[in-house]
């Protein structure tokens, strides 16, 4: 099986700040992986798709790189409705899927 | 516009079962691949069961032999069975509509439901 590791797990950020988060498969995932972002007692909504790819009507401070094992999303320049938790997903072993732990993202 | 509204969530003994219901509409549910992710109290996500458009349905581990995704074509509804219910099956229980990246395979979840919650519990 394929693990998904995040890092870190929370981080305290400003509003205006660049905010970057890892995401490292166990093997190789090709670009087969996706990013959400998930907000208190809320459905997760799907920010980037096919690693750096944006998903229609997301904002552009929301971008997504890497490929193979180690991913990055990155805000470049933090709004106060960004505050939650963010996670990734990979798609190499469907019809199975594998999110990460999840990445808190909070307010210093 | 799509959406995508789940029902059949509560209380349910150890052992029990249940019936959960997703109601979709701007598109057509047979003609897509869907599935069920559940989250635990607290956890993070965790990938439950997929249907294809043709049929073919896979289950993680966690549930399989246990839990039965199904849809009504005519209902354009998705549901997921689940029997013998445990405790660690609570959880808020979405569904997803799947897509692929033109041309790849990487597969992620477009449109999700508000969830309803499974409570497992004596």
């Known amino acids: 099986d394929i693990q998904m590791t995040q890092s870190p797990s929370s981080v305290s950020a400003s509003v205006g700040d660049r905010v970057t988060i890892t995401c490292r498969a166990s093997?190789?995932?090709?670009?087969?992986l996706a990013w959400y972002q998930q907000k208190p007692g809320k459905a997760p909504k799907l920010l980037i798709y096919?690693?750096?790819s944006l998903q229609s009507g997301v904002p552009s401070r929301f971008s997504g790189s890497g490929s193979g094992t180690d991913f990055t999303l990155t805000i470049s320049s933090l709004q106060p409705e960004d505050f939650a938790t963010y996670y990734c997903?990979?798609?190499?072993?469907?019809?199975?899927?594998?999110f990460g732990p999840g990445t808190k993202v909070d307010i210093k | 516009e799509v959406q995508l509204v789940e029902s059949g969530g509560g209380l349910v003994q150890p052992g029990g079962s249940l019936r959960l219901s997703c109601a979709a509409s701007g598109f057509t549910v047979s003609s897509n691949y869907m599935s069920w992710v559940r989250q635990a109290p607290g956890k993070g996500l965790e990938w439950v069961s997929v249907?294809?458009?043709?049929?073919?349905?896979y289950y993680a581990d966690s549930v399989k032999g246990r839990f039965t995704i199904s849809r009504h074509n005519s209902k354009n509804t998705l549901y997921l069975q689940m029997n013998s219910l445990r405790a660690e099956d609570t959880a808020v229980y979405y569904c997803?509509?799947?897509?692929?990246?033109?041309?790849?395979?990487?597969?992620?979840?477009?449109?999700w439901g508000q969830g309803t919650l499974v409570t497992v519990s004596s």
């Open positions: 093997q190789g995932i090709s670009s087969w």
């Open positions: 096919a690693a750096s």
């Open positions: 997803a509509r799947v897509l692929a990246a033109a041309g790849t395979a990487s597969y992620y979840f477009d449109y």
């Open positions: 997903q990979q798609a190499n072993s469907f019809p199975s899927f594998t």
């Open positions: 249907i294809y458009s043709g049929g073919s349905t």
